[in-house]
């Protein structure tokens, strides 16, 4: 254990998922392809969304634009960092990487919960209100609810930093997990930890089961509204709220199971952290994408636009090649 001349801990080994080495092998090959499908399929969905002006235009491609991103960055917090130690002994993670960890962890992941509460709306007013749609959900409120996500989630990570760096850590400096998290270093503190555990649980346990409640209330009347429409059209509206309902579900139940009770171990936790920080990133593209009949034609017409543009290159570049040729014949027939 690393310590200055104040006995105070600089660095933390992280015990990972396993101490095999041969299994330490194996999980680097499958989350390395993880991580390849998290970055290519949010990537993808970003400049799609970038590249069609119809689907910017439209909130809710315009948040799906915004969950990417997050989605995208949010595991590049932990992930580069799991393969790395996966290829060697020593976990090893300074005092301002795992503050650097939790504050970035925090930070996207308390954004992407209200991004996903403001998604719910969107879909409401959509459903339950489609012709005052357009004048509701206008640009201009559009840019004011991200925005305010942001913030929320920038505030959130900054009380949660702000709680973990006043904690007196004197050793042990073992965090039993992959990355470091709020829980696991509260659990190293040389104090009573039983107050910043609560105000732990009322920052992120809280707001978790809070914008849980709200998501699953939101949908709640958005089925009870098909119910009371005509057939034409539920189909769709159905399979856009099982798709937002899965990436709901997947995002919240860990978080609460992680974060809504006093910061004691559980074998189960690691499977939760790789559900919030690998799984979902991965199924959110999968889920908005293969299911999505204007996302998989935006595509196309973007594979399609990419594919003539390479071919008027090339064109170009022969017919350049061909008149260099000819104008060098005409230059040396010219002198002869």
């Not at 299994?23 to 993808?44: E, H, K, R, S, T």
């Not at 393969?83 to 504050?103: E, M, N, P, T, V």
């Not at 719910?120 to 209100?129: E, L, N, P, Q």
Request: proline share 3%; glycine share 4%; charged share 15%.
């Amino acid at each position: 254990m690393k310590k200055d001349n104040d006995s105070k801990v600089t660095e933390f080994v992280l015990l990972g998922l396993s101490s095999s080495w041969e299994l330490q092998l194996f999980l680097f090959l499958i989350f390395m392809l993880f991580y390849l499908a998290i970055v290519l399929g949010n990537l993808l969905i970003v400049v799609t969304v970038r590249a069609d002006a119809c689907l910017l235009q439209s909130p809710m491609y315009y948040f799906l634009g915004h969950l990417s991103f997050i989605d995208l960055f949010l595991s590049c917090v932990t992930v580069p960092k799991m393969l790395g130690d996966f290829l060697q002994q020593g976990k090893i993670i300074s005092f301002s990487g795992c503050l650097a960890q939790i504050y970035f962890l925090h930070f996207l992941g308390a954004s992407e919960m209200f991004l996903l509460t403001v998604m719910a709306y969107d879909r409401y007013v959509a459903i339950c209100k489609p012709l005052h749609y357009l004048i509701v959900m206008n640009r201009q409120l559009c840019l004011q609810l991200a925005f305010a996500c942001w913030c929320g989630g920038f505030i959130h990570s900054i009380t949660q930093v702000a709680l973990v760096i006043q904690l007196p850590l004197c050793g042990p400096n073992e965090l039993d997990n992959f990355y470091c998290d709020v829980p696991q270093v509260i659990k190293l503190a040389c104090m009573d930890t039983y107050v910043v555990e609560a105000l732990m649980v009322s920052n992120s346990g809280l707001l978790s089961l809070i914008c849980f409640l709200v998501l699953l209330f939101s949908y709640a009347v958005i089925l009870i509204t098909l119910r009371t429409r005509f057939h034409e059209g539920q189909s769709k509206a159905l399979s856009t709220c099982a798709s937002h309902l899965t990436v709901v579900s997947l995002i919240f139940v860990p978080c609460i199971f992680i974060y809504l009770r006093l910061f004691c171990s559980f074998s189960v936790d690691k499977v939760f952290s790789i559900f919030y920080t690998v799984i979902t990133p991965m199924l959110n593209p999968l889920i908005y994408t293969l299911r999505n009949a204007d996302m998989k034609t935006a595509m196309k017409k973007l594979r399609k636009k990419h594919v003539a543009s390479f071919w008027n290159v090339k064109g170009r570049t022969r017919r350049g090649d061909l008149g260099n040729i000819l104008s060098w014949d005409t230059l040396n027939s010219s002198r002869t």
